[in-house]
């Protein structure tokens, strides 16, 4: 095998939603490469979908981030996860978090609250006619419906919502500065904490008040461990559902037989849902392991302490798992793809998301047939620069 060769990363995007072309060609010609991160550091970049499977699934990958050469793939050097934060655990750590929260977010309790997001869509649906014939897809609808989603899960009021939105974006904005990421951080906790010491007091009826009558009252749950849970399911899940009805919506306006396929045929949506996660691929730097022990992947050699990123956007335009994965097409198959993550640590929300996603496409489709977009394309701010590929605004008519 050839050297390995060594890329910054990350890298350029390309033709607006597709990925950087350099990750197409690193996935023909050296799918398993080295790369070279903003701090300078080294780590492994996987881009094949079967490799990048094949490390989400191999327990000598772990995810703590203070393991020995766990990639740093923000520019700033950020603290240790408090605790409950337990994505960055490893089985069987991870495991007893997983559990506790495995039936808050399972097809029987989001059966009874899909009236709960009927409800949040047709309400945004009504809010976006009620200032068009025009109106900013993102602000009005894009992010409100998941926002509102989580937060009635949660037990969050939505009206507290714009307190601490502004610091969500700061957390997700790779950009900032140190300072600001930290002072945002603490913002957020400091409202999750006040809100979970008065569920604590007098426990309500959502995920958060049936983990204090559960969890926190029987022993099994510190109270800074629920702040953690509740902190990381409000801000991680639903920018990334925002996104993908934002940049679905571009994208199947971009390619109006799409579009129209699905308004004559909206049986087609859920299937249509699973090609927009996978075309999108909006965790556009994928996630990040360490080896724990020398590993093979792909044919390379990748030793313990090294870093490793299983680059999602890749995976999912691999000819090997997608014919013509460039193109987006609402008729395809694309079960198999990886956007919520593979393994133990797939997306926990993923359920949600899906629910989410499905509601919103066929409000607007059955609601706003003719929707199209306002601007040129080429003028859309799309966002680069953190953990979730998006756009900041989408100006639409009908």
Not at 14 to 37: H, I, K
Not at 101 to 128: H, K, M, S
Not at 164 to 191: C, G, K, M, T
Not at 221 to 248: D, F, K, Q, Y
Request: with cysteine; charged share 25%; hydrophobic share 45%.
């Amino acid at each position: 095998m050839s050297p390995p060769v060594e890329c910054p990363f990350p890298a350029v995007r390309g033709e607006r939603l597709d990925p950087a072309p350099m990750y197409g060609r690193l996935r023909t010609e050296q799918p398993v490469s080295r790369v070279v991160l903003r701090n300078g550091e080294r780590a492994w970049l996987v881009t094949r979908h079967a490799d990048v499977r094949a490390v989400l699934r191999d327990r000598r990958f772990t995810s703590d981030p203070t393991a020995p050469g766990f990639p740093q793939l923000r520019p700033i050097q950020e603290p240790p996860p408090p605790p409950g934060t337990f994505l960055s655990y490893d089985p069987p750590r991870h495991t007893r978090f997983r559990r506790m929260l495995g039936t808050e977010f399972g097809a029987g309790r989001l059966a009874a609250f899909q009236p709960e997001i009927d409800r949040i869509v047709a309400e945004q649906l009504d809010a976006l006619a009620g200032v068009g014939p025009g109106a900013d897809l993102v602000r009005t609808f894009a992010r409100p419906v998941p926002s509102r989603g989580i937060c009635a899960l949660l037990g969050v009021p939505f009206a507290d919502r714009a307190e601490f939105q502004r610091h969500i974006e700061v957390r997700l904005d790779w950009s900032r500065p140190a300072e600001e990421v930290q002072a945002a951080n603490a913002a957020v906790r400091d409202y999750i904490e006040g809100l979970v010491a008065a569920k604590e007091a007098e426990p309500t009826d959502d995920l958060i008040g049936r983990l204090v009558r559960r969890q926190v009252r029987t022993g099994r749950l510190r109270h800074e461990e629920l702040v953690s849970m509740a902190m990381l399911l409000l801000v991680a899940g639903p920018e990334t559902t925002a996104s993908t009805i934002a940049l679905g919506v571009l994208a199947l306006r971009r390619d109006p037989d799409q579009w129209e396929a699905l308004v004559a045929d909206p049986g087609l949506v859920d299937g249509a849902v699973e090609e927009l996660l996978r075309y999108l691929s909006v965790v556009q730097n994928g996630v990040v392991r360490a080896a724990v022990a020398d590993v093979e992947i792909g044919g390379q050699r990748i030793a313990a302490g090294e870093g490793v990123i299983a680059l999602l956007p890749s995976a999912n335009r691999d000819p090997a798992a997608f014919a013509d994965p460039d193109r987006l097409d609402v008729r395809r198959d694309a079960r198999g793809h990886l956007a919520f993550g593979y393994g133990v640590h797939q997306c926990i929300g993923a359920l949600l998301a899906r629910l989410e996603l499905r509601g919103a496409f066929r409000g607007l489709l059955r609601r706003l047939p003719g929707l199209r977009l306002a601007a040129p394309e080429a003028d859309l701010r799309l966002q680069h620069g953190g953990a979730v590929f998006g756009v900041r605004e989408l100006p639409v008519r009908w």
